[in-house]
């Protein structure tokens, strides 16, 4: 154990103050335990006291979460754990920096940026090259800031389209027993797209310049045969494209356009046989110079807590030791015969 110590935090404002401690002072408590530490509030003061290790850390997190505060940031639970991983693995000078990069304003007028240091390098890995792979877990925001970079570089008319694809792979739902005509039976698939851009331009301003040709939502068979030049162009869950189909799409690539592809690797839905074009891209083009591969990880989660927990668990399940529970064994409610 430590040297025992104590340290006062200043907040210049009372509101900064109030949306670090959150409804119930849940953020203050959330610190302390995972901190093991002791924080008063008196005034603007925060006095935080325990071994001297840890209030340092306290400290960090807490002046961070102040810092957020300052420039309008949203405290919520899952920014005060991040904080806190940031500051536990000395990262936490990153952290003011994404308050600053917006990266588009949504329909409503809110500002998507990077929530954490992954999202931060997966962003400037965009804007930097023509072809940006973003491999990594579900909750990662893969999806939604690749959207958001297109939007905001059709807004500044350094592309003339958008175009978003992903392949409609069959996952226990056959797509000739689905009503409706094609584009029907593909809308599905698209959903999340759709649901993405709706946030980013709000319906009304989809639809005309989806009327207009300008946004394009296709699955990925629509791309053969194309050059698209001037594009923004969205691979989304490309762990469910062949190796056949990855090459057929990275080679629409055409002149003034910038390609982002995303997807999961651990939730490959193709058959056995055949060889996801994710992995096969990441293993083939490591290495080419304006091509980025960015791997985001369960600490890039921002969805619920829980979610993080469920991508550890299963990433622990793959690990060739994992030892499986004892089949025989019923749980402590076992019923007695």
């Known amino acids: 154990m430590g040297k025992t110590t104590e340290r006062i935090v200043n907040a210049d404002r009372v509101d900064d103050l109030i949306?670090?401690?959150?409804?119930?002072?849940?953020?203050?408590?959330?610190?302390?335990?995972?901190?093991?530490?002791?924080?008063i509030n008196r005034g603007t003061d925060m006095k935080v006291s325990g071994d001297e290790e840890n209030v340092d850390k306290a400290v960090r997190t807490l002046e961070g979460l102040l810092a957020l505060a300052a420039k309008g940031e949203n405290i919520d639970e899952q920014r005060v754990r991040y904080l806190i991983t940031l500051v536990r693995e000395g990262n936490d000078d990153s952290i003011a920096q994404m308050a600053k990069d917006?990266?588009?304003?949504?329909?409503?007028?809110?500002?998507?940026?990077?929530?954490?240091?992954?999202?931060q390098k997966y962003m400037k890995a965009i804007q930097k090259n023509t072809i940006t792979i973003g491999v990594g877990p579900a909750g990662t925001?893969?999806?939604?800031?690749?959207?958001?970079?297109?939007?905001?570089?059709?807004?500044?008319?350094?592309?003339?389209?958008?175009?978003?694809?992903?392949?409609?792979?069959?996952?226990?739902?056959?797509?000739?027993?689905?009503?409706?005509?094609?584009?029907?039976?593909?809308?599905?698939?698209l959903r999340p797209l759709?649901?993405?851009?709706?946030d980013m331009l709000?319906?009304?301003?989809?639809?005309?310049?989806?009327?207009?040709?300008?946004?394009?939502?296709?699955?990925?068979?629509?791309?053969?045969?194309?050059?698209?030049?001037?594009?923004?162009?969205?691979?989304?869950?490309?762990?469910?494209?062949?190796?056949?189909?990855?090459?057929?799409?990275?080679?629409?690539?055409?002149?003034?356009?910038?390609?982002?592809?995303?997807?999961?690797?651990?939730?490959?839905?193709?058959p056995d046989d055949k060889t996801s074009g994710l992995k096969d891209a990441v293993r083939v083009l490591e290495g080419i110079n304006d091509i980025a591969i960015c791997r985001l990880t369960s600490a890039d989660v921002v969805r619920?807590?829980?979610?993080?927990?469920?991508?550890?668990?299963y990433e622990k399940a793959a690990k060739p030791d994992f030892k499986k529970p004892?089949?025989?064994?019923?749980?402590?409610?076992q019923r007695k015969n």
Not at 22 to 39: C, M, P, Q, T, Y
């Open 19 to 39: 949306a670090v401690f959150g409804s119930f002072d849940e953020n203050i408590k959330r610190i302390e335990e995972a901190l093991d530490v002791h924080i």
């Open 326 to 333: 004892n089949p025989d064994f019923k749980g402590r409610y």
């Open 202 to 270: 709000g319906a009304e301003t989809f639809q005309k310049y989806q009327e207009r040709g300008s946004i394009e939502v296709a699955p990925l068979a629509y791309m053969r045969g194309r050059t698209l030049d001037d594009s923004f162009i969205i691979l989304d869950e490309a762990q469910n494209t062949t190796k056949e189909q990855m090459k057929m799409f990275l080679t629409r690539l055409g002149f003034g356009s910038k390609i982002v592809i995303t997807g999961d690797i651990t939730q490959i839905d193709l």
């Open 141 to 189: 925001g893969k999806t939604y800031l690749a959207v958001a970079a297109a939007v905001a570089a059709f807004r500044e008319r350094t592309v003339n389209r958008i175009i978003l694809t992903r392949p409609a792979v069959e996952a226990g739902e056959r797509l000739g027993f689905l009503p409706g005509d094609l584009q029907n039976k593909v809308d599905p698939y």
């Open 194 to 198: 759709y649901d993405a851009l709706y």
């Open 304 to 313: 619920h807590a829980l979610v993080q927990e469920i991508i550890n668990a």
């Open 102 to 119: 917006v990266v588009c304003i949504t329909a409503k007028g809110k500002p998507i940026k990077a929530k954490t240091v992954g999202q």
